[in-house]
């Protein structure tokens, strides 16, 4: 596995597993369990959820899927912007390490910015931290402009990521919030990395795929993967795509491939604000 580097010196898989839409039904919890287990022995052992997913559930079926294996798995979770005073950051910490059944979170992140001041919260983060509850906080959603913000208050630059949406689609970060990352060394956590599998059975990555006999959800995903500040965190529950996602790693694309993928998804030429889902 390709690993990463927070800013704090930890490395952490490049690739990882998403979990959005799971622990939403009882009848689909086997198989979404199955998925994030075969993702774990695949080497996709960074998993990212929140307290929002399936309003917990989908925690819980991330409790199902790291039972026996927790020291194997870095374990990412969100706090909802409502949640974010000092308290409700601490108290939806401890729901969330229950549904999880564990100790510890490994990243703990702000969904996105609400009204409470940054520094309150990463005041709360700081406080889990050294409760040993969070390993490390960090940041979801959050322009440039926030980071910035963020970086000011107190304790505000041990930030260890901002997970922001990320793909062939979606490029307006590569205009200045992926600089501005890279030249301080925090990762970017890239979100809905397959578009929601839209990229997937995009005909404009048909070809590039051809080329490579791969999928264009693969080649999407290795495009993501091409920075080297760069995590990504696909949600899969059907064992191929579970498969295609980590092959995704493997896949080098080349010069031609690239200006191709620009020409069809040209890159930003301006800034454009942050777009979220
Ligand atoms: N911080 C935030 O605000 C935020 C927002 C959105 C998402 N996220 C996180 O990022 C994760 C990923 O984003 P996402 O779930 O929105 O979208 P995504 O990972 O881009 O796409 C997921 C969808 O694509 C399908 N898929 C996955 N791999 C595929 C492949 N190789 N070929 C074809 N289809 C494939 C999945 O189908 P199956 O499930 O049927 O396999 C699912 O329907 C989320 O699960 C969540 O953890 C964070």
């Known amino acids: 596995m390709r690993m990463v580097d927070l800013p704090c010196g930890e490395k952490v898989p490049a690739l990882g597993q998403g979990t959005w839409h799971m622990g939403e039904d009882r009848r689909r919890r086997a198989n979404e369990v199955a998925a994030l287990k075969l993702g774990i022995d695949l080497g996709m052992t960074l998993i990212d959820t929140a307290e929002m997913y399936g309003s917990g559930g989908a925690e819980e079926v991330t409790r199902e899927a790291i039972a026996g294996q927790r020291d194997r798995v870095f374990l990412v979770s969100k706090v909802l912007p409502s949640n974010a005073s000092h308290g409700g950051v601490i108290r939806a910490c401890e729901a969330s390490l229950r549904r999880l059944g564990t100790d510890r979170i490994d990243l703990y992140l702000l969904h996105w910015r609400g009204r409470t001041p940054l520094a309150e919260t990463v005041g709360a983060f700081e406080a889990l931290k050294r409760s040993g509850k969070v390993r490390h906080w960090g940041a979801s959603n959050f322009d440039t402009d926030d980071m910035e913000e963020l970086a000011a208050v107190e304790s505000g630059t041990a930030v260890q990521t901002n997970q922001i949406l990320y793909n062939l689609s979606c490029r307006g970060v590569e205009y200045d919030l992926m600089p ?34 791969a999928t264009p959800a693969r080649i999407a995903l290795a495009w993501a993967l091409r920075h080297k500040g760069v995590i990504a965190i696909p949600k899969a529950v059907e064992p191929d795509h579970v498969r295609d996602n980590r092959a995704a790693l493997d896949l080098e694309l080349d010069e031609a491939d690239l200006a191709e993928l620009d020409r069809a998804f040209p890159p930003p030429r301006r800034k454009e604000p942050l777009a979220m889902i």
């Open 180 to 213: 501005w990352s890279s030249q301080r060394g925090i990762p970017l956590m890239a979100y809905s990395p397959v578009n929601q599998g839209s990229l997937g059975g995009d005909r404009k990555i048909e070809a590039i795929a051809r080329r490579h006999g």
